[in-house]
């Protein structure tokens, strides 16, 4: 199994303002993702993070809102630009090591003001 | 494309009762399906998923679920709520054949009362 790690878990942040999420996982893993979590709603997968490329996007999300970096094998990072209240939500990153089972972050609770 | 309903976003049990979520899938054709805890302010865990084979599915936790075909469900069930059962349960879909693209359930939270 795989163990995540997310930074920051919490912040508050200001309208405008751009914050960077990072994503650690305890060993080499296939793939990684980013979702965002909201109240009452499902999780939203926002994209898949490719190693060595450009993440690829789901419906609605856009890299110059959404900027995803995958140096390696190990780690990721998830930027929210341009922030505005209704990005206020919880960031999870995951990862797979094999074909079925995802594993998760304790996730990035992010407050926009 | 593949789609899931969880009925009831909220669920409240005695201590000792049976625990039963229910999950239906929508899909065309026979998909893989998972069951996900969440514990406050932690991640997603996998509890148990149905990808091939036996159709009733035991996990970790005591918890275990049923494919139904016929009834397009995967319900999860304990015979006996703890305290510590009390989180919120994703259920969660994707086509057959592994790395498929995972869609999750809105989520029950589940209340254990003692």
């Known amino acids: 199994s795989a163990v995540i790690s997310q930074k920051p878990s919490r912040d508050i942040c200001q309208r405008g303002t751009s914050l960077t999420i990072q994503c650690q996982v305890d060993?080499?893993?296939?793939?990684m993702f980013w979702y965002r979590q909201q109240p009452g709603q499902s999780l939203t997968l926002i994209a898949t993070?490719?190693?060595?490329?450009?993440?690829?996007?789901e419906s609605g999300f856009v890299i110059d809102k959404f900027p995803i970096s995958r140096p390696n094998l190990t780690f990721s990072t998830l930027t929210v630009s341009n922030m505005s209240p209704e990005d206020s939500s919880i960031y999870l990153c995951?990862?797979?090591?094999?074909?079925?089972?995802?594993?998760f972050g304790p996730g990035t609770r992010l407050t926009v003001t | 494309a593949q789609s899931v309903t969880q009925l009831g976003s909220h669920v409240s049990v005695s201590e000792g009762a049976l625990v039963l979520l229910r999950c239906n899938y929508s899909?065309?054709?026979?998909?893989?399906l998972f069951w996900y805890v969440q514990y406050p302010n932690q991640g997603l865990q996998l509890l148990l998923k149905?990808?091939?084979?036996?159709?009733l599915v035991k996990g970790i936790n005591g918890f275990e679920a049923e494919f139904k075909k016929s009834e397009t469900s995967f319900h999860l069930t304990k015979p006996s709520a703890h305290m510590s059962d009390a989180a919120e349960y994703f259920c969660a879909v994707s086509d057959a054949g592994g790395y498929q693209k995972v869609t999750f359930g809105t989520g029950t939270k589940l209340q254990v009362i003692p």
């Open positions: 060993s080499q893993v296939t793939m």
């Open positions: 149905y990808t091939t084979g036996a159709t």
């Open positions: 995951s990862a797979r090591d094999g074909p079925y089972e995802q594993y």
């Open positions: 993070a490719n190693q060595g490329s450009e993440a690829t996007y």
């Open positions: 899909s065309s054709v026979p998909p893989y």
